[in-house]
């Protein structure tokens, strides 16, 4: 199952902590921003699935900081803030940002918003995104992202961690793979599987993800 990542962008201690504690407590990832002199640069390194804004934060503002992060993804942000007034849900909005929650919040009605998002994001059948853990395979461009860095993919490189990323947590056998790459095909050398998977983990590891695809000696592959 994956796990998806939320950073918390709140300069207040206690809202923030609230935020973070309820967030892991519900199955999610959360990681709380301290230090907002390099809050851009943080959210490219961490590649958050999902971002709860303030407006009102130390040097600059929300506003200002959704309009830049629009510029490198479409990460869905959730305003939560204390500010209630029209022009500044409708700033959110005309800014990028996909929902505006005013604090105090319900927990509820914060935790629903934020599932509902995720879902529409990362469900397969609408978009061509995958999350695992602290990674994301993007399907339409053959590119898996790491910690704001990218590798690009081939098409059987693709496929093979398409198919683990939808079982992730499950052991692939070699041969349910092999059928998967080539379609049946007859006569496909079973190297060919290993040659692409030690591709794989060096194109991983270039990018310091070591270890991510594991074999099970006579049973096969998993992440």
Same mark, same amino acid.
């Given at each position: ?31 709380? =921003? ?15 699935? +999902? ?26 942000? =959730? ?16 800014? #990028? ?15 629903? @918003?934020?599932?509902?998002?995720? @879902? ?23 590119? +898996?992202?790491?910690? #704001? ?8 490189? +693709? @496929? %093979? ?7 992730? #947590? ?17 006569? =496909? ?7 692409? =998977?030690?591709? %794989?983990?060096?194109? +991983? ?19």
């Amino acid at each position: 199952m994956a796990v998806y990542k939320i950073m918390i962008l709140e300069d207040d201690p206690v809202i923030r902590t609230e935020l973070k504690n309820m967030l892991c407590g519900n199955g999610y990832d959360a990681a709380a =921003v301290s230090d907002f002199s390099e809050t851009i640069t943080e959210v490219k390194k961490q590649a958050p699935h +999902l971002i709860l804004l303030d407006i009102k934060l130390p040097g600059t503002d929300g506003f200002s900081l959704c309009s830049e992060i629009r510029t490198f993804s479409d990460v869905p942000i =959730v305003f939560v803030t204390s500010s209630n007034t029209d022009m500044d849900e409708l700033n959110s909005i005309m800014l #990028g940002g996909d929902a505006y929650i005013t604090k105090p919040y319900n927990r509820a009605i914060l935790l629903a @918003k934020i599932a509902s998002l995720l @879902k529409r994001a990362y469900s397969a059948g609408h978009q061509d995104v995958l999350p695992y853990q602290n990674t994301c395979l993007h399907l339409e461009s053959g590119r +898996l992202e790491f910690n #704001g860095q990218q590798i690009d993919l081939t098409k059987n490189e +693709l @496929k %093979i961690l398409y198919y683990l990323y939808k079982n992730a #947590g499950k052991i692939c056998p070699r041969n349910d793979l092999i059928d998967f790459l080539w379609d049946n095909q007859l006569y =496909v050398d079973d190297n060919a599987l290993s040659v692409n =998977v030690n591709r %794989i983990r060096d194109k +991983l590891a270039s990018i310091g993800l070591h270890d991510f695809i594991k074999t099970r000696h006579r049973q096969g592959y998993f992440i």
